[in-house]
């Protein structure tokens, strides 16, 4: 199709390929490996914790390093954390505000980390929760909460805690759609994900982007103004601006995908819903080891772009998260 290539802006491609040379950084390491099972793959569990947990079991062996935990009833600092945990080659699991459910508690045993990551102040997780979790450690280790007054702050610092930063990808931080394919980019662009509303330039956004020579905004001017672009090209100082923009938010993702993987092609991709985000919570770290995109669907059909690029890159891994109602695996298109 001659489409596929019409999907992405050649700036983009360039800045990428040429700029940072990263596609491909992503993959296994000494505690984490690829799903190596061809054709389609689910993980799913009951909730999004669950899920959460699928995927960290599916990836991840133990002992481990480090764990990062985030909020699973919000999504803004998950998001952030998940180029963080893949920077760490760490998993990312879920927690409620007020309770930390058995499955993640099980699996924080499996772990058994050196390190823990919370994510979030007291109103995205509870001190009290962070205690419970702590109460379960029976082995040496050590925790650290990274947190900013809101969710534009938090993943401002949680880019503070990376070192050798490579892209910072922005997203609408009002919307979680752009940021769930934008945050298995940036994991394998070496780089971060932070947040901005779409009127005005959050100042942990203008503090980031000054840390990086490529700057990828994700979303059309919807999602982050014309505006706020002039604002973060300002920011940036010299670095290199570009705009995944597509005409809605799944072929934004696909932009992000064609740019990273659209020349090499990509053994595995994972799905995500893109009408919902629970179960993609914890996929960026998976993602960033598979060496995998992120790409949106729906929960009865597969949008079209998100079907071209598929096919562009010709995957033997298809890796869907959350249940059949959740993400699609069919060939219907819409």
């Known amino acids: 199709m001659n489409r596929r290539r019409s999907l992405v ?9 040429a700029g940072l040379a990263l596609a491909g950084a992503g993959g296994a390491s ?22 959460a947990v699928k ?18 009833e919000s999504w803004p600092d998950a998001l952030a954390a998940g180029p963080f945990a893949a920077s760490l080659d760490a998993p990312l699991l879920l927690v409620r505000k007020n309770s930390a459910p058995q499955v993640a508690i099980d699996e924080l045993k499996r772990l058994r980390p050196s390190k823990i990551y919370l ?23 050590s925790a650290e909460r990274i947190a900013g007054r809101d969710r534009y702050a938090t993943a401002f610092e949680v880019l503070n805690r990376m070192d050798g930063l490579g892209a910072v990808y922005v ?7 752009d940021a769930l394919a934008g945050g ?13 509303p ?25 999602a982050v103004s014309a505006g706020v672009e002039r604002q973060i090209r300002s920011a940036a100082g010299g670095a290199t601006v570009d705009r995944a923009d597509g005409a809605n938010r799944y072929e934004t993702a696909a932009i992000v995908a064609d740019a990273l993987w659209g020349s090499t092609g990509a053994d595995a991709v994972f799905f995500a819903s893109g009408t919902s985000f629970p179960d993609a919570l914890g996929a960026t770290p998976a993602a960033y080891v598979n060496d995998a995109p ?3 669907t729906r929960g009865t059909c597969t949008p079209e772009p998100t079907a071209v690029i598929e096919e562009q890159l010709a995957p033997r891994t298809g890796v869907f998260l959350g249940g059949s109602s959740v993400t699609y695996s069919g060939a219907r298109l819409c």
Do not use: C
């Open 9 to 17: 802006t050649a700036a983009l491609v360039s800045a990428v390929t």
């Open 30 to 51: 000494a505690t984490s490996t690829p799903i190596t099972q061809t054709g389609a793959v689910r993980l799913a569990g009951a909730d999004r914790y669950a899920t």
């Open 55 to 72: 995927v960290s079991q599916r990836t991840f062996k133990a002992p481990q390093t480090n764990v990062v935990v985030a909020s699973g």
């Open 119 to 141: 994510i979030g102040g007291p109103g995205a997780i509870s001190d009290a929760t962070w205690y419970k979790l702590m109460d379960q450690v029976t082995w040496e280790s």
């Open 171 to 177: 997203a609408s931080g009002a919307t979680y759609a």
């Open 184 to 196: 298995a980019a940036a994991a394998v662009e070496g780089g971060a994900l932070v947040l901005t």
């Open 198 to 222: 779409p009127t005005s330039l959050s100042s942990g956004a203008a503090r980031g982007v000054g840390r990086t020579n490529h700057v990828v905004i994700l979303g059309g001017t919807g």
């Open 294 to 296: 992120v790409l949106l």
